[in-house]
T-cell receptor, first 115, second 111 residues
């Protein structure tokens, strides 16, 4: 069984559109994350959620709105897509958000291409 | 979080030990060293972490120098499936569990 799953795996869309990426984890973890990996392969944290509550927003434009309907899901909605949003987006989860919960489990990624 | 420096790339012969270095000269006393890897087109995968003692698990060993300013990840018998980008991350045991990835080392295991 897949521990952290994301849909879709690939997403191609035009500038100005609104799109969502979904993430689900079946590990029973309390904390979930979104990361962005750009074309230069830099992987950066975007958001952290713990028990459906936002913990960290790493200066991400407000066009990005994460939503956590329950502990097992963390979706990412992006409004008014821009070319610079093209990247691979990774969802991850961990047991908790303190650093004793050091191991994060990553999903397979969603490759977003904005044309 | 302390900054880390890793060589951009390394090669290793299949079946040999792969030794991946990481410098973290500004590490402070409460900061741990974590290693993750990212195989092509996949999400990062946790490997190992440590504070000051050497650590070993089923995947790798982590050797941390006595002054803690550098560490080495050792894959004892590298296989082709170990070809990946390896990230050394240093962070404190306080605050939210966010990982800050650098540029990592691209390890290529050669048949």
């Amino acid at each position: 069984d897949t521990a952290v799953s994301q849909t879709p795996k690939y997403l191609v869309t035009q500038m100005g559109n609104d799109k969502s990426i979904k993430c689900e984890q079946n590990l029973g973890h309390d904390t979930m994350y979104w990361y962005k990996q750009d074309s230069k392969k830099f992987l950066k944290i975007m958001f952290s959620y713990n028990n459906k509550e936002l913990i960290i927003n790493e200066t991400v434009p407000n066009r990005f709105s994460p939503k956590s309907p329950d502990k097992a899901h963390l979706n990412l909605h992006i409004n008014s897509l821009e070319l610079g949003d093209s990247a691979v987006y990774f969802c991850a989860s961990s047991q908790g958000y303190s650093l004793k919960d050091y191991e994060q489990y990553f999903g397979p990624g969603t490759r977003l291409t904005v044309t | 979080d302390a900054k880390t420096t890793q060589p951009p790339s390394m090669d290793c012969a299949e079946g040999r030990a792969a030794n991946l270095p990481c410098n973290h000269s500004t590490i402070s006393g409460n900061e741990y060293v974590y290693w993750y890897r990212q195989i092509h087109s996949q999400g990062p995968q946790y490997i190992i972490h440590g504070l000051k003692n050497n650590e070993t698990n089923e995947m790798a060993s982590l050797i941390i120098t006595e002054d803690r300013k550098s560490s080495t990840l050792i894959l004892p018998h590298a296989t082709l499936r170990d070809t990946a980008v390896y990230y050394c991350i240093v962070r404190a045991q306080t605050g939210a569990n966010n990982l800050f990835f650098g540029t990592g080392t691209r390890l290529t295991v050669i048949p």
